[in-house]
Nanobody
Framework: QVQLVESGGGLVQPGGSLRLSCQAS????????ISWWRQAPGKEREGVSC????????YLTDPVKGRFTVSRDNAKNTVYLQMNNLKPEDTAVYYC???????????????????????WGQGTQVTVSS
């Protein structure tokens, strides 16, 4: 089973940037769809982005489009979430998740999408505040 470790969270002022990393061990990430999720206090976990296994296609949800990008470094077995122009509403614990996949399928926003990922990291806190 794939093990995931997130890092890169922290405290940043509005308008600042952070880069989160999701490093996998035990498997090679190019056989997995990797998604990012976040959960703010008192709110449900929501999808943020996904990078597919087959073609490395990337998907972003509306709240982060134009500000976040997702990428993958297969040599380092790591997926990155670059977050720019951060807003206070981006404050949350960010999680990465993995789904064994041979296609370009990358569940993120559909009902039940979260349940399609079997492996999750422990999360990293992102706080956007002045």
């Amino acid at each position: 089973q794939v093990q995931l470790v997130e890092s890169g969270g922290g405290l940043v002022q509005p308008g600042g940037s952070l880069r989160l990393s999701c490093q996998a061990s035990g498997v090679t990430l190019d056989h997995y769809a990797i998604s990012w999720w976040r959960q703010a206090p008192g709110k449900e976990r929501e999808g943020v982005s996904c990078i597919s296994a087959l073609y490395g296609s990337t998907y972003l949800t509306d709240p982060v489009k134009g500000r976040f990008t997702v990428s993958r470094d297969n040599a380092k077995n790591t997926v990155y979430l670059q977050m720019n122009n951060l807003k206070p509403e981006d404050t949350a614990v960010y999680y990465c998740a993995a789904r064994r996949e041979s296609s370009d399928y990358c569940p993120l926003v559909s009902s039940g999408a979260m349940s399609e990922y079997r492996s999750w990291g422990q999360g990293t806190q992102v706080t956007v505040s002045s």
